[in-house]
Nanobody, 122 residues
Framework: QVQLVESGGGLVQPGGSLRLSCAAS????????IAWVRQAPGEEREGVIC??????YYQPSVKGRFTISVDNAKNTVYLQMNSLKPDDTGVYYC?????????????????WGQGTQVTVSS
């Protein structure tokens, strides 16, 4: 079955960096797009980033600080987060609707990982 497993979260000071990983299995990895979504405490989920065929969708507050990359050999998607701010605190999920495009952007995905906590605080 489809599985998405996030890792790499933790506590980081403002201005710091983290790299999250999403290991995928149970579907043809190179034919499906995987996006990142986050949920801050007491807030709704919001799309963070999705990229396909040279087109990238961003949550405006992360543009220029977050990037997404893919390692097809490892069936893994990464979220590199730089210049982190306290407002970036939340649970980060990877998600997919098993389509090649970012058709699920920002939060309409069928499959979700369990999430990894990111806390930005001094």
């Amino acid at each position: 079955q489809v599985q998405l497993v996030e890792s790499g979260g933790g506590l980081v000071q403002p201005g710091g960096s983290l790299r999250l990983s999403c290991a995928a299995s149970g579907f043809p990895f190179d034919s499906a797009n995987i996006a990142w979504v986050r949920q801050a405490p007491g807030e709704e989920r919001e799309g963070v980033i999705c990229s396909n065929d040279g087109l990238t969708y961003y949550q405006p507050s992360v543009k220029g600080r977050f990037t997404i990359s893919v390692d097809n050999a490892k069936n893994t998607v990464y979220l590199q987060m730089n210049s982190l701010k306290p407002d970036d605190t939340g649970v980060y999920y990877c998600a997919t609707d098993l389509r090649r495009s970012c058709s699920g952007w920002p939060i309409n995905y069928r499959y979700w990982g369990q999430g990894t906590q990111v806390t930005v605080s001094s």
